[in-house]
């Protein structure tokens, strides 16, 4: 059953005229109209299958059937809320503490990522008595008004930074002010929060938290140097604040060696508040804040309730279960290492080939490309990487770019995505900047191509067929 009403273009244009204009599609020319999905594809109205590298939210496979069965099954039972008992509600806590350090032991389950962040910012007001909050530039944190407040993503381009915000460097040592070859760029970096500090303490302010991406993926899928969390955490605890590692799009297991991305700076490092959501419920939207005793007594103290109408009903936390289980037995945190590694490895066989590759960095099936013009410089090649992204969706392989210059090609897939996935995927890079495939393309399209993205001079081309 495709599931099909109306033809594609009778969708489109339905789209357009029904919803919000600011609700962007992937591939705003080409629009692609998806009617079903198995593991790491998804298939168009065409019965065209694409592989989809980027989708972490369909974290253990698209439609899983032992997590489309424990939503059928919950569904057939009981859905409520809250405000009674149910097993299913504090079996999936318990089962979620085992992967978390002993101190994050109370849980607040919510429907959305924004929501579970939006909490958090609550949990550590409450707690600390204070307002501010501290970012890392280019983050992103949701789509609520509060978090916009603090997603210089966002707000840069909207009424700009609240007085109450505080926006520290990018541990990003490839392009950022302390690089890959500083001595402690941890430390460098984490000495940006307290100098932060100390300024925003000039001018009467307090810290409530510092709010980071554990692996920052809208900035530019950026691994940050060793040692930086805890040292951050150091100088934010230190004034008074809590230290908030949002893994909403990296945690359960991506990274591989570990179940979350904060574990990845060390076994001593504990945040005060994790947040989570998108892979949690393979596409069923459940999200949660977890914190220490210390933080939720606190948030209790004010007497009054936290309610959440949908948040952590019976099948929302039976779908929970059931990925805990997928992960567990189809060991997909083994999986992300083993194929995340290959797949690292055969794009640095690509870095020695294509001056265009700048850096490769990640963790398991967490995985950025940062494309350059120019390697010494490390311009970013963003107009080159958007047409790989348009060419490779004609090689029905879907991927995109992220951050704050969108010359970063991200890989963060399904965690089923095999080897030769990747092997596909990169063969597929390494034909289109050898320039095999853009042969094809006539003066014509590269002329259009050009005048959409202002690039002028295409690197990918080869001198013959520039127009
Ligand atoms: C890092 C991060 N935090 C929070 C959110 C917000 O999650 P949601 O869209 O589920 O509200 C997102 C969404 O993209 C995100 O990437």
């Not at 599931?3 to 020319?29: H, I, N």
């Not at 966002?154 to 520290?168: A, I, T």
């Not at 402690?184 to 932060?196: H, P, R």
């Not at 080159?384 to 090689?395: G, M, P, Q, T, V």
Request: hydrophobic letters at 40%; glycine letters at 8%; charged letters at 25%.
């Amino acid at each position: 059953m495709s599931g099909e009403l109306y033809s594609k273009d009778e969708t489109l244009e339905l789209r357009k005229r029904l919803v919000g204009p600011s609700c962007k599609l992937f591939f705003p020319e080409t629009p692609m109209k998806i009617v079903r999905a198995e593991g790491q594809y998804i298939f168009d109205e065409k019965g065209r299958r694409y592989l989809d590298c980027i989708n972490n939210v369909s974290h253990v496979g698209h439609c899983h059937p032992l997590v489309v069965k424990a939503a059928h099954e919950q569904n057939q039972l009981l859905n409520t809320n809250t405000r009674y008992l149910h097993d299913t509600l504090v079996e999936y806590a318990t089962r979620l503490s085992k992967t978390l350090p002993d101190k994050l032991c109370i849980f607040y389950f919510l429907n959305s990522g924004s929501e579970a962040n939006d909490l958090a910012l609550r949990l550590a007001r409450q707690y600390t008595n204070h307002q501010d909050v501290i970012v890392l530039d280019h983050a992103y944190h949701g789509h609520l008004t509060s978090l916009i407040d603090i997603s210089p993503y966002k707000f840069r381009k909207l009424d700009g930074q609240k007085e109450w915000v505080h926006v520290v460097p990018l541990p990003d040592t490839y392009r950022g002010p302390y690089r890959e070859d500083h001595e402690d760029a941890g430390a460098a970096y984490a000495s940006e929060v307290e100098k932060a500090i100390d300024e925003a303490q000039g001018k009467n302010r307090k810290i409530a938290a510092f709010f980071a991406e554990s692996l920052p993926s809208v900035a530019g899928h950026i691994i940050p140097p060793a040692g930086y969390f805890q040292k951050v955490a150091g100088h934010v605890r230190g004034a008074g604040g809590v230290f908030v590692a949002d893994e909403i799009q990296v945690g359960f297991g991506r990274v591989g060696k570990h179940f979350w991305a904060f574990q990845l700076q060390g076994e001593g490092f504990v945040p005060d508040i994790v947040t989570m959501g998108k892979p949690m419920g393979n596409g069923h939207p459940i999200a949660c804040a977890v914190t220490t005793k210390e933080i939720a007594d606190a948030f209790t103290g004010t007497g009054v309730e936290y309610f959440n109408t949908f948040g952590g009903n019976p099948v929302s936390c039976a779908i929970g279960l059931a990925v805990l289980d997928v992960i567990e037995k189809e060991a997909l945190m083994h999986r992300a290492t083993d194929v995340g590694t290959y797949m690292m490895e055969l794009l640095n066989r690509q870095k020695s080939k294509h001056r265009m590759i700048g850096d490769i960095r990640g963790v398991g099936l967490f995985i950025g490309v940062d494309l350059v013009k120019d390697q010494e410089k490390r311009t970013p090649a963003t107009a080159e990487a958007d047409f790989i992204i348009r060419r490779l969706k004609e090689e029905r392989i879907v991927l995109s770019t992220d951050g704050p210059h969108a010359n970063v090609i991200k890989f963060k897939p399904p965690m089923c995505f095999s080897k030769e996935d990747a092997k596909l995927v990169v063969d597929a890079i390494d034909k289109i900047l050898t320039g095999a495939i853009l042969y094809s393309y006539t003066h014509g399209e590269l002329k259009e191509h050009e005048a959409k993205t202002g690039a002028t001079n295409h690197p990918l081309l080869p001198v013959s067929i520039k127009g």
